[in-house]
């Protein structure tokens, strides 16, 4: 039996070429982009599960809150005093580590490279991840000071073919480090990926932190510190310890202004987006975003196929009366039925399969992953795939196998099913589920292209364009004044300013601001962000003034005592007009002096975050970062002439250069993918419903085949048939474009809320959705209804 269903099935692909044509494209595509958004969402999950301790592996983190108990910073890091004493304390703790990021510059030989993910890491390190160590005892690797170990792409960076083991490499022009071991690079599905690993015990030299501040410095959280807990521990039960264990140890009232807390490892990756992480994480939202899309899509491809089977029921209903009338019981039919739309789905999944290999690349391009084609021969997720493909067949038949089965011989002979088809209630609500699906995906499209037009746009407050960004160092290791007037000396360089972070970075520094009160000076019931600038800062960023003045030579106070605010911090401190600020004393951290300048509000960070309140100082011996000003007139000749000035001030070092618009570019790289995303899905969605259009436009002209012909005889005219044809679909598509558009506007409000600074959906938006959707439904109606109102009258009455 199963065998003549299969016969029958390859004869009705065979015989209606064009329908089958169309249905195997669409679930094909339908598949291919089930498919290619499942892999992603699989990578997106599996992140830091290779370890074999994942499920008992936490981060510590530590928030600090304001005076009125609101978070101010969030930190995935911590001091490096806690990973000791929460050892000490918390003897259940089975394993803590930590580790410090120390990217910088590394020598052998000639081969000299500035490296980031180079991590000072504790020696039990390996009893807490999954490394693979190729050479050297993880036991020991990184029990001794000075002691390195480098993963095996780095080992063959720097030695090539030697063993690098007992090697000694430089790093920093400061210290020797001798390399103990090689490892393999974590997987890409890592939240932080090190090449390098320091052994923390070298940390307890003054050259690179000192033992002292591994001891007692609370106020440093930089150090990553991560916890392995014992089997079906709560780890609630060490963050209620938590708020008595930070006063037995800072402070009697650390607990009301620090938090602790933990973090899962596996869900890290999904679940956590604090001012400051290891290297940028994904968003849970984004894996229900594109997993809703993927479903979507195949929901789509499945009403065609639905409503194509419709634009054959009456001939296929034909066929099931005379098999009722011959003896055939329904269950026979509906496995008839269901046996057809099972090899249909079968044949789509071969090409939807192809598709996955030519479009994985692409995918794999802007999404930044290295997803391969081999996950989908995983036996878990290859028997999901199969699963998916069965339920898929099954849905897709369901329409024909169990409503065309369900017509009594009697009504299809008298012509009462084709009557009931052409008025068909569920065939208009699937056409209107596909359009609203495939509307929702182009609201969407438009409003994340409107906002990263208006983040384009968006006036910073200061010049990011032509702005060269060079991480120099201190004043103690380099002869600043010298290299300014060297780098000066050509005509393209407009300015050269200093600071210790630069725009694009989060704003983590934070000491605590004191201004006066009555005749004394009290701590400011808001935090204060602290940057360190140089008086070249301002002017080379070309950030305006609100009142006062710059930091000047000409004040020898400005330096140990100067403060510049922002329009921000000066509202937020109490003072109603920028210029009541000039002269008052100030205090921030140790310091205390006056205030002599405040800038107008400046867009330091992504326009995620609101203007933060910030006090800068000129401290020179943390001014890091180089920002050279070039004019556009000749940038190459610019860049050239201060690679020249590098390369003579720092024979040893690299020549290494950021543009800034390029790194405010990455803090939106995540929204240009899914606006991309979204482009490609809802034109995909748009193609998918069209083609069911025209299968359904098929289906009327089918229907409609006679009373076409009596209009014609009647003198009704090719537009007005036309019309008459395409009115019914444009009403349905009208339909959902009501129905998506406030669907659509309520997600993507909520999405505008991830930036602090956003567009308005305005009703063009929606409007642009409607235009483009009826005009591509009507484009894809018009063929067949001038096709079906130029055909001979006279055929079609005779047909009848």
């Known amino acids: 039996m199963f065998q003549n269903y299969l016969k029958i099935a390859v004869r009705n692909l065979l015989k209606h070429k064009t329908f089958s044509f169309i249905n195997i494209s669409g679930v094909a595509i339908g598949l291919a982009c089930f498919l290619l958004l499942s892999l992603y ?225 596996t869900d890290i990756h999904l679940h956590s987006h604090l001012d400051s992480e290891i290297e940028s994480n994904g968003d849970i939202q984004y894996v229900y975003l594109f997993s809703a899309i993927a479903i979507f899509i195949l929901v789509i ?159 910073l407050g200061f010049s990011k364009d032509q702005m060269v960004l060079l991480r120099a160092g201190s004043d103690s290791v380099i002869n600043y004044e010298s290299i300014k007037q060297q780098l000066k000396a050509n005509s393209n360089i407009v300015e050269v300013g200093r600071s210790s972070r630069v725009p694009s970075g989060r704003l983590l520094d934070s000491w605590e601001a004191y201004v006066m009160k009555g005749d004394s000076m009290a701590p400011a019931d808001i935090g204060v962000k602290s940057l360190s600038v140089d008086e070249d800062f301002i002017p080379a960023y070309q950030i305006e003034m609100a009142a006062g003045r710059n930091f000047s030579k000409a004040f020898s106070t400005d330096k140990t005592n100067g403060f510049i605010l922002n329009e921000t911090a000066v509202k937020q401190l109490g003072w109603k007009n920028p210029g009541d600020a000039i002269g008052a004393r100030f205090g921030y951290g140790e310091i205390r002096g006056q205030i002599v300048g405040v800038t107008k509000d400046y867009h330091f960070e992504s326009l995620h975050q609101k203007v933060a309140p910030i006090a800068m100082f000129a401290q020179t011996d943390r001014l890091g970062w180089m920002s050279v000003h070039i004019s556009g007139g000749n940038i190459k000749e610019a860049l050239a002439h201060i690679e020249s000035v590098w390369q003579r001030q720092f024979p040893d070092r690299p020549f290494e250069y950021e543009f800034l618009d390029q790194k405010f570019g990455v803090l939106y790289a995540t929204e240009q993918t899914q606006q991309l995303l979204f482009g490609i899905f809802s034109g995909i969605a748009i193609f998918i419903s069209c083609m069911g259009l025209l299968g359904l436009s098929i289906f009327v002209a089918e229907i409609r085949t006679k009373e076409i012909g009596v209009r014609k005889v009647l003198g009704a005219s090719i537009a007005s048939l036309v019309i008459m044809l395409s009115n019914d679909f444009l009403k349905l598509v009208i339909i959902a474009i009501i129905v998506a558009s406030p669907i659509a506007w309520y997600a993507m409000n909520n999405w505008l809320q991830n930036f602090a600074y956003h567009t308005n959906i305005n009703w063009g938006v929606f409007m642009f959705a409607a235009f483009i959707s009826i005009a591509i439904a009507l484009f894809t109606i018009s063929f067949q209804s001038i096709k079906a109102a130029l055909m001979n009258p006279v055929k079609s009455l005779k047909s009848e």
């Open 301 to 459: 491809a499945c009403i065609n196929y639905m409503n194509l089977a419709t634009a054959r029921s009456a001939t296929r209903a034909k066929e099931v009366g005379m098999r009722k009338v011959i003896g055939a019981v329904r269950h026979q039919l509906i496995r008839q039925f269901l046996s057809e739309s099972i090899l249909l789905v079968v044949v789509s999944l071969f090409f939807a399969i192809v598709l996955v290999v030519i479009c994985l690349p692409f995918l794999n391009d802007f999404t930044q992953k290295q997803l391969s084609f081999n996950a989908l021969l995983d036996p878990l997720f290859l028997s999901i795939v199969l699963a998916i493909t069965l339920f898929t067949g099954v849905i897709a038949g369901s329409y024909p196998a169990f409503f065309m089965t369900s017509f009594q011989p009697l009504s299809v002979f008298k012509g009462r099913v084709a009557s009931a088809l052409k008025n068909g209630k569920l065939r208009q609500g699937l056409v209107v589920t596909q359009f609203a699906i495939a509307v929702v995906l182009i609201i969407c499209t438009a409003v994340v292209y409107n906002q990263m037009k208006y983040v384009k746009n968006y006036k």
């Open 41 to 265: 969402v699989k990578d997106e999950l599996s992140y830091d599960r290779f370890h074999a301790n994942a499920e008992r592996i936490y981060r510590l983190n530590r928030t600090f809150l304001s005076k009125d108990g609101t978070e101010s910073l969030r930190l995935g890091h911590a001091a490096p005093p806690f990973g000791p004493l929460v050892k000490q304390d918390f003897p259940e703790v089975e394993q803590v580590v930590r580790m410090l990021e120390m990217g910088g510059l590394i020598e052998y030989g000639e081969n000299i490279y500035n490296e980031g993910n180079v991590f000072a890491a504790e020696a039990n390190i390996f009893k807490l991840f999954s490394f693979k160590v190729i050479q050297g005892n993880p036991d020991k690797a990184l029990e001794n000071p000075f002691s390195i170990m480098f993963s095996k792409k780095m080992a063959e960076k720097y030695f090539g073919k030697e063993n690098p083991i007992g090697k000694t490499v430089k790093l920093e022009n400061h210290f020797d480090c001798t390399v103990t071991g090689v490892f393999e690079s974590l997987p890409s599905q890592s939240h932080f990926h090190p090449e390098a690993l320091i052994s923390f015990s070298t940390l307890n030299d003054g050259r690179v932190y000192g033992a002292e501040g591994l001891r007692s410095n609370w106020g440093n959280n930089s150090f990553s510190t991560f916890l392995l807990l014992p089997k079906n521990y709560d780890p609630q039960k060490l963050v209620k310890a938590f708020p008595a264990f930070q006063n037995r140890h800072i402070d009697t009232n650390a607990s009301t202004y620090s938090v602790l807390n933990l973090t899962k490892l």
